[in-house]
């Protein structure tokens, strides 16, 4: 059993950065690949990006390629979204997710494990 904890979600204006953290529970974090989705009002989850057990591979969306990084340290047993450049249309919760497999995957119905969400907001 993993639990998920994300936080550092906030109200930044467009340009702006901010950093998202996810801490996990338990002793097998480094066995799970980590993925980062999001979710905003009347739109479908849609994935930001993922990494590897080990975060040697590091997986983006178009939308976000070039402004967010992805992140883990398995000592600390949590994984980071470094965001840059935030626009408008970032605004949405982000949520992570862990699957119990040497890699992630862009749909959200191959993770085992969800956080409850935090919210991002991008002003103009």
């Known amino acids: 059993q993993v639990q998920l904890v994300e936080s550092g979600g906030g109200l930044v204006q467009g340009g702006g950065s901010l950093r998202l953290s996810c801490a996990a529970s338990g002793r097998t974090f480094s066995m799970y690949a980590m993925g980062w989705f999001r979710q905003a009002p009347g739109k479908e989850r849609e994935f930001v990006g993922g990494?590897?057990?080990?975060?040697?591979?590091?997986y983006y969306a178009d939308s976000v390629k070039g402004r967010f990084t992805i992140s883990r340290d398995n000592a600390k047993n949590t994984v980071y979204l470094q965001m840059n450049s935030l626009k408008p249309e970032d605004t949405a919760v982000y949520y992570c997710?862990?699957?119990?497999?040497?890699?992630?995957?862009?749909?959200?119905?191959?993770?085992?494990?969800w956080g409850q969400g935090t919210q991002v907001t991008v002003s103009s």
């Open positions: 997710a862990a699957r119990g497999a040497l890699l992630p995957l862009t749909t959200g119905g191959g993770y085992d494990y």
């Open positions: 990494l590897s057990r080990s975060g040697s591979n590091t």
